[in-house]
Structures are given as structure tokens and as C-alpha cells.
């Protein structure tokens, strides 16, 4: 096991895309911590306001709203672990990698086990970076300070790290199966932004599947199901009801589909000649 996570770090370590990707997933969340403020000063400028109250009085970096507003931008960005993914399983298929590891004696077995301990570690990189630029942001911005509350809601630091992994695992069951790297970056990207949201939206809206059987197959569909771990949270700020918890319904969905991806990655990995 420690050899092929050796192996994967030197794999990546002189690789420039991987660090490209993360450097831009990285500034991307930071423009998300950060960026917020201007954000509404902008809209200020515009003339803009919510039901008459100023923009720039939103409390969207107050303890502990904070942890909720971060992770739901966050989720947007995710998609860029994602091509890190795809891109380093890729490398494997393409220069015979993997099947190169194999004939050195590192098992399929351990090779599943260093891309998923790969993936974990994107994930709390992630998370951690999240979690430091909030405690930073929500310092200088929230008018909030008691302990109690800065540390509340922190459950959505979870469901974000649970996100990663979930959205990642299916980037590198499609990466395996389609085996072309841009490919499955335009197929992901497509199915992610436009395919599952058109879908949902029609199954949602239509009125002859509204309030029907197909509308409650919406919160079973892979995206929509790591969408409802973390839901929009800004509607507070205009005094509408928002889901400000994680239901347990979501997380056995979004398990569900782990279990499927990981289930599928086993079987091809056991199954196909990988040259």
C-alpha cells in the first residue's frame, strides 16, 4: 500500500496540469471566501436591493451562516478535482501505467486504494483550505463571535468533504470506462451543468410530471443527490424558509451511489484486460 501511494505521489509531484488544476480550484475558493463583500458592494452600486435592504448588510460571512454559504459556492468548483481525476487515471491507461504497476507487483487492489486515498486527500485539501478561509473571512467580516456559534453548523464542512469524494469516485468510474480523458471531462461537464438539470427541471416544473411519481425520482439522480447534502442557503436573507440541516434521507442516497460507483470501479478493474 505504501508503495503505490508513493507511486502515485510521483506520479503527480513534476506533473503541471495536476498542480495548474489545484492552484486554480484553490483561487477559485478563495475568490468565494473572499469576494463576497465586493460582490454586494457592486450590486450597492448598481442600485440593487433585497425587499429594500441594502446589500452590503447581508450577513453572508456572520458566524455560523458562514459554514452553509461557503460550502454550497464551493460545490460549484468542484468539478475541477473532479478533472484532476480524470486526468491522472487517464495517465495510468494511456502510458500503461497501471498495467506497468501490476507487473511490478502493486495489485489492482492497492492501485483502487491509492486513487481513493488519492481522492481523499484532494477532499480534505479542500476542506481544510475551506475551513481556514472561513475562520479567516468570518474574522474579519462577522459580527458574530461567541464559540458556540462560530463552531455550529460545522456539519457542512462534512457534507462538503463527502461531496468530493462522492462527485470524484464518478470521475473515476467514467474515466475508466471511457478512457478518453477529454472525453469524459466534456461528458461530466455536460451531465453536471446541463443534462441532470434540464431533467430535473422538467420532472420538477412540467405539469404532467409535477407532483407525480417521476418528480420524486428527481432527489435519487447522482448530481441532485450531492446537491440536496448542501441547498441554497441565501433565501434566509430575504426571510424565506431554507433547509439549514443535512437530512439522513440525502446522505443514504448519496451513500447509495458511492457504493454503486465503487462497486462498478471493482468490477472493471477485476474484470477487464487494462492495456
Same mark, same amino acid.
Given at each position: ?51 429594500? @435592504? ?16 461557503? *460550502? ?54 479542500? %476542506?481544510?483550505?475551506?475551513?481556514? %478561509?472561513?475562520?479567516?473571512?468570518? *474574522? ?9 456559534? @462560530? ?26 470506462? @471511457? ?24 420532472? *420538477? ?17 447522482? &448530481? ?21 440541516? &443535512? ?29
Amino acid at each position: 500500500m505504501i508503495d503505490a501511494i508513493k507511486l502515485e505521489w510521483l506520479k503527480i509531484r513534476n506533473y503541471r496540469v495536476f498542480w495548474i488544476l489545484l492552484g486554480m480550484y484553490l483561487l477559485a475558493l478563495t475568490i468565494i471566501a473572499a469576494g463576497g463583500v465586493f460582490f454586494l458592494e457592486w450590486l450597492k452600486s448598481l442600485g440593487a436591493d433585497f425587499n429594500g @435592504i441594502d446589500p452590503t448588510i447581508v450577513p453572508i460571512y456572520d458566524f455560523p451562516d458562514i459554514w452553509q454559504n461557503m *460550502t454550497y459556492l464551493g460545490s460549484f468548483v468542484k468539478i475541477l478535482l473532479a478533472f484532476v481525476v480524470i486526468i491522472s487515471v487517464n495517465n495510468d491507461i494511456t502510458y500503461n501505467t497501471l498495467r506497468q504497476n501490476i507487473v511490478d507487483g502493486i495489485s489492482k487492489k492497492k492501485y483502487l486504494l491509492s486513487k481513493l486515498i488519492f481522492i481523499i486527500v484532494l477532499a480534505g485539501i479542500s %476542506t481544510l483550505f475551506l475551513f481556514f %478561509t472561513g475562520m479567516i473571512t468570518g *474574522t474579519i467580516y462577522s459580527h458574530v463571535w461567541e464559540g458556540r456559534f @462560530i463552531f455550529d453548523e460545522m456539519e457542512f464542512l462534512g457534507a462538503y468533504f463527502f461531496d468530493i469524494i462522492v462527485y470524484c469516485s464518478l470521475a473515476f468510474l467514467l474515466s475508466l470506462i @471511457i478512457k478518453k480523458a477529454g472525453f469524459v471531462i466534456v461528458v461530466l461537464f455536460l451531465y453536471t451543468m446541463m443534462f441532470e438539470p434540464v431533467a430535473s427541471a422538467i420532472l *420538477t416544473n412540467a405539469p404532467y410530471f409535477k407532483d407525480s411519481f417521476w418528480s420524486g425520482l428527481v432527489a435519487f439522480f447522482p &448530481i441532485q443527490s450531492l446537491n440536496n447534502l448542501i441547498t441554497v442557503p441565501f433565501g434566509r436573507y430575504v426571510f424565506m424558509e431554507i433547509q439549514d440541516n &443535512i437530512p439522513l434521507k440525502t446522505i443514504a442516497i448519496a451513500s447509495g451511489w458511492l457504493v454503486f460507483y465503487l462497486t462498478m470501479i471493482i468490477t472493471i478493474l477485476s474484470k477487464r484486460d487494462l492495456k
